[in-house]
């Protein structure tokens, strides 16, 4: 298996606590709220078309940040420390394009949806990002790579 995407000896509970895991189950709480109070969807044409556009944008950053931890032959999995750090492509302007390609996704699919309670999950959703992977991530990079990682960190923001 490429390095990439190895997955080590993870549990089975790390298996399943995964970003794309989490996004599944806000999307899915999303729509929950689309099926069961149609009431309080009202999907307006501009937002349905900007929420595809934001969707859209965010899988090309997260198929561009995946394609940079394959040329650099590092690991693309959260629960892991990479080999590297990369500085290029679409981490030299976000310290964290997948999860940032995650939220543009979520935003947008509740555009589409014109599902305007579930814009309360966005929060709840980089909240746990931050907590669950990020943070974590983050601390085992500076163990890792120390001045290296903390020079990185200083010149490129965590989000955007």
């Known amino acids: 298996m490429a390095k990439w995407r190895e997955t080590g000896n993870l549990t089975p509970f790390q298996m399943l606590d995964l970003p794309p895991v989490w996004l599944l189950g806000a999307l899915l709480v999303a729509w929950a709220q689309v099926i069961l109070l149609p009431g309080l969807t009202h999907p307006f044409a501009f937002f349905r078309w900007a929420g595809a556009l934001l969707a859209g944008l965010g899988i090309a950053l997260m198929i561009w940040a995946i394609a940079a931890f394959r040329r650099h032959e590092t690991t693309v999995v959260p629960h ?22 995650d939220v543009m996704v979520l935003t947008g699919a509740i ?15 980089v909240s746990i990002l931050t907590r669950r ?14 001045t290296e990682f903390e020079a990185f960190a200083e010149k490129t923001p965590r989000w955007l």
């Open 80 to 101: 892991q420390t990479p080999a590297r750090i990369i500085v290029t492509g679409p981490f030299a302007h976000s310290r964290n394009p997948i999860y940032l390609g």
């Open 111 to 125: 555009l589409w949806w014109g599902a305007w309670p579930s814009l309360l999950l966005i929060p709840v959703f």
């Open 133 to 146: 992977f990020i943070a974590p991530e983050e601390a085992r990079m500076k163990e890792s790579f120390g």
